[in-house]
C-alpha cells in the first residue's frame, strides 16, 4: 500500500470523526406563490439603514445657503400664499383658528409626507449601483428616504411652536397623542412610498407622475380647509362622513391639529378610518414591493 493513499484516508477518517464541522448546504428553490415580507430584515440591517438617512440628509443639505432652514420655509412660504389666496381671499374657515396657524400646522405634517414619497419614489433608481452588485434589504432604501424627512419635522416643529405663543394657543391633553399620530404619518409614508419606489423601477415614468399626485393629494387633504366642511358635503351625496377617511393623510392632519391647537371636535371617525387604510396601504405596499424585488437588479 502507498505511503500516500493510507495518510490520506487518514486524513478523511480524522475529518468525519465526531469533531469534525458538518458543511453547510445552501438550497435554492423556486418561491410560492405567497412572497414573505421579512419586515425583521429592517431591524437585522438597521445600521445600513442608519447610515442610509444619514447620507441622504446630507446630500440634501450639501452645498446649500440655508442648509436646514429650508425644512422651515418651505411650509412657513406656503402657508403665507395659502393665507392670502385662501384666507384673506376665499374667506375658507378654519375651525376659529387663526389661518396662519390652521395652515402651518396641516403644512407640517403634509410636507412630511409629499417630500418622503417624491424622493423615495426615485431612491431605488439612485440606488442602482448597490443593488446591482450586494444584497442587503432593498425595503431600506425607500424607508431611509422617508425616514431622514423625520429631521426636517423636528427642524420646522419649532416654528409651529412659534406662532402658537404668538396667537396665545395652549395644546391640551390631547398633544399626548402626537406621537400615535407621527407614526400614522409614517406608516402612509411608508406605504405609499413602497407602492411608488417599486413601480418607478418597473415603470420609469412614474417619476412624471408623482408631481401631479403630490398636487393632486394636497387638495383631497384638509390641508387648506376643515374636514369640518367635508363632511356636509358628503352627506348632501349620500356618502358617509368616514369616506374622506380613505385619503389617511386627512386623518393624520385633523388629528394633528386637534391634539395641538385643540380645535373643537375630535374626530375620532376620521382618524380611525385613516388609521384602517395606512395599514393595507402598508401592507399592500410592502407586499408588492417584495414580490417585485427579485427583478430589481435585472432592470433597474
Same mark, same amino acid.
Given at each position: 500500500?502507498?505511503?500516500?493513499?493510507?495518510?490520506?484516508?487518514?486524513?478523511?477518517?480524522?475529518?468525519?470523526?465526531?469533531?469534525?464541522?458538518?458543511?453547510?448546504?445552501?438550497?435554492?428553490?423556486?418561491?410560492?406563490?405567497?412572497?414573505?415580507?421579512?419586515?425583521?430584515?429592517?431591524?437585522?440591517?438597521?445600521?445600513?439603514?442608519? *447610515?442610509?438617512?444619514?447620507?441622504?440628509?446630507?446630500?440634501? +443639505?450639501?452645498?446649500?445657503?440655508?442648509?436646514?432652514?429650508?425644512? #422651515? @420655509?418651505?411650509?412657513?412660504?406656503?402657508?403665507? $400664499?395659502?393665507?392670502?389666496?385662501?384666507?384673506?381671499?376665499?374667506?375658507?374657515?378654519?375651525?376659529?383658528?387663526?389661518?396662519?396657524?390652521?395652515?402651518?400646522?396641516?403644512?407640517?405634517?403634509?410636507?412630511?409626507?409629499?417630500?418622503?414619497?417624491?424622493?423615495?419614489?426615485?431612491?431605488? $433608481?439612485?440606488?442602482?449601483?448597490?443593488?446591482?452588485?450586494? +444584497?442587503?434589504?432593498?425595503?431600506? #432604501?425607500?424607508?431611509?428616504?422617508?425616514?431622514?424627512?423625520?429631521?426636517?419635522?423636528?427642524?420646522?416643529?419649532?416654528?409651529?411652536?412659534?406662532?402658537?405663543?404668538?396667537?396665545?394657543?395652549?395644546?391640551?391633553?390631547?398633544?399626548? @397623542?402626537?406621537?400615535?399620530?407621527?407614526?400614522?404619518?409614517?406608516?402612509?409614508?411608508?406605504?405609499?412610498?413602497?407602492?411608488?419606489?417599486? =413601480?418607478?423601477?418597473?415603470?420609469?415614468?412614474?417619476? +412624471?407622475?408623482?408631481?401631479?399626485?403630490?398636487?393632486?393629494?394636497?387638495?383631497?387633504?384638509?390641508?387648506?380647509?376643515?374636514?369640518?366642511?367635508?363632511?356636509?358635503?358628503?352627506?348632501?351625496?349620500?356618502?358617509?362622513?368616514?369616506?374622506?377617511? =380613505?385619503?389617511?393623510?386627512?386623518?393624520? #392632519?385633523?388629528? *394633528?391639529?386637534?391634539?395641538?391647537?385643540?380645535?373643537?371636535?375630535?374626530?375620532?371617525?376620521?382618524?380611525?378610518?385613516?388609521?384602517?387604510?395606512?395599514?393595507?396601504?402598508?401592507?399592500?405596499?410592502?407586499? +408588492? *414591493?417584495?414580490?417585485?424585488?427579485?427583478?430589481?437588479?435585472?432592470?433597474?
Amino acid at each position: 500500500m502507498w505511503p500516500e493513499l493510507e495518510e490520506g484516508r487518514a486524513g478523511v477518517a480524522s475529518c468525519n470523526g465526531p469533531l469534525a464541522r458538518p458543511t453547510p448546504v445552501l438550497v435554492i428553490g423556486a418561491a410560492g406563490r405567497r412572497v414573505p415580507l421579512r419586515l425583521h430584515e429592517i431591524w437585522e440591517y438597521r445600521e445600513l439603514l442608519y *447610515f442610509f438617512v444619514w447620507r441622504d440628509v446630507k446630500v440634501r +443639505y450639501k452645498q446649500t445657503i440655508l442648509g436646514a432652514a429650508w425644512a #422651515v @420655509l418651505q411650509p412657513a412660504m406656503s402657508a403665507a $400664499v395659502f393665507t392670502i389666496f385662501f384666507g384673506r381671499l376665499a374667506g375658507v374657515p378654519s375651525d376659529g383658528l387663526p389661518y396662519p396657524l390652521f395652515a402651518y400646522a396641516g403644512l407640517l405634517l403634509w410636507t412630511f409626507f409629499s417630500v418622503g414619497i417624491s424622493q423615495a419614489s426615485t431612491s431605488l $433608481v439612485g440606488s442602482a449601483n448597490l443593488i446591482t452588485k450586494v +444584497y442587503f434589504p432593498r425595503l431600506v #432604501v425607500p424607508a431611509a428616504s422617508v425616514l431622514s424627512g423625520l429631521v426636517d419635522l423636528l427642524v420646522a416643529t419649532p416654528f409651529l411652536v412659534l406662532l402658537m405663543i404668538a396667537y396665545r394657543v395652549r395644546p391640551g391633553l390631547g398633544i399626548l @397623542l402626537v406621537p400615535a399620530l407621527l407614526l400614522l404619518a409614517l406608516a402612509t409614508t411608508v406605504g405609499v412610498a413602497l407602492w411608488l419606489s417599486a =413601480l418607478t423601477v418597473e415603470y420609469r415614468d412614474v417619476r +412624471y407622475i408623482v408631481p401631479f399626485l403630490v398636487q393632486l393629494w394636497l387638495f383631497v387633504t384638509p390641508v387648506i380647509y376643515p374636514a369640518s366642511q367635508v363632511g356636509p358635503l358628503l352627506a348632501s351625496w349620500g356618502l358617509p362622513p368616514w369616506l374622506l377617511g =380613505l385619503n389617511p393623510m386627512a386623518g393624520v #392632519v385633523e388629528g *394633528f391639529r386637534w391634539a395641538v391647537l385643540g380645535t373643537p371636535t375630535a374626530p375620532w371617525p376620521l382618524v380611525a378610518s385613516s388609521a384602517v387604510f395606512a395599514g393595507i396601504i402598508l401592507v399592500s405596499g410592502a407586499s +408588492y *414591493f417584495r414580490t417585485v424585488e427579485r427583478s430589481f437588479a435585472d432592470v433597474v
